[in-house]
């Protein structure tokens, strides 16, 4: 059974996570942000598996990850909207929006070094050896079955999850990747196939770009509502901006629904 390849696949992540925490305690790296924010997803799912199949508890020791990941996640917010305004720009200068996105980058930046630099792995070390452990002594022949049963009730959680989908995109994204995780280190073909994977990462490409421009919108909204003059230009301008954001999200989310329904229907 598949299981023991988890702690393969887990000490891989495990290296990732660390190499990339050692340079961005060293100094700011946006490769570095991304890879270490891509390695703490793989860990967190790998425990969430870890967890549902083997009766486990383990939240407790990855706290202290999740925190991090956290006010890591609220850098790279930043750092996409900011690159996304800059494919705005052909319609119209925003020099005075990104001056207020960069002006909140130059804050968070510093919680982001703080929480680097506090960070203990003592929780991470604990839950390794654990993993370790449990599964060292686990039949594998009794695994099959959780396994299967984890993928079914994740795949009607997606599709009840889908009935309000503009509403729980975002929770339909973390679930789908774990799946995605999950079948990445399971056999080829144990519940989804290799075509249906590929349409995972499409899908899951759309949601993130879904989510990624509705936080840039969620600032600007909160920008020109706080800041700019209310019946000025530039509030106007602000207000079509959003209204330009928001199309391109519900575009990329409808693209995302209906792949979600044509692959998930017969599951």
Avoid: C
Wanted: proline residues 2%; positive net charge; aromatic residues 10%.
């Amino acid at each position: 059974m598949p299981l023991p390849f988890l702690i393969r696949h887990w000490k891989k992540e495990l290296q990732v996570f660390h190499e990339n925490l050692l340079i961005l305690q060293k100094s700011s790296n946006t490769e570095a942000l991304h890879d270490i924010r891509v390695s703490i997803k793989k860990l967190r799912s790998y425990t969430k598996l870890f967890s549902e199949i083997l009766n486990k508890d383990p939240k407790n020791l990855f706290v202290e990850t999740k925190n991090l990941f956290s006010v890591l996640g609220r850098q790279r917010n930043i750092e996409i909207s900011l690159e996304l305004l800059d494919r705005f720009k052909a319609k119209g200068s925003h020099s005075s929006i990104q001056k207020h996105f960069e002006f909140y980058l130059n804050e968070i930046k510093q919680q982001s070094i703080s929480a680097l630099h506090q960070y203990k792995a003592d929780g991470l070390r604990s839950l390794t050896i654990e993993i370790e452990k449990t599964i060292s002594t686990t039949d594998e022949g009794s695994l099959k079955p959780g396994l299967l049963k984890l993928m079914r009730s994740s795949v009607i959680d997606i599709k009840r999850q889908s009935k309000n989908f503009d509403k729980n995109f975002h929770l339909i994204r973390k679930k789908l990747k774990d799946i995605f995780y999950w079948s990445e280190i399971l056999p080829e073909g144990f519940y989804f196939s290799k075509q249906e994977l590929k349409q995972f990462k499409t899908i899951l490409s759309d949601l993130g770009d879904s989510q990624d421009h509705e936080v840039l919108r969620s600032g600007l909204q909160h920008y020109r509502k706080t800041v700019i003059a209310k019946g000025s230009a530039e509030y106007d301008k602000s207000k079509k901006l959003e209204d330009d954001v928001f199309k391109i999200k519900q575009n990329a989310l409808g693209n995302a629904g209906r792949m979600i329904h044509a692959v998930f229907k017969s599951k």
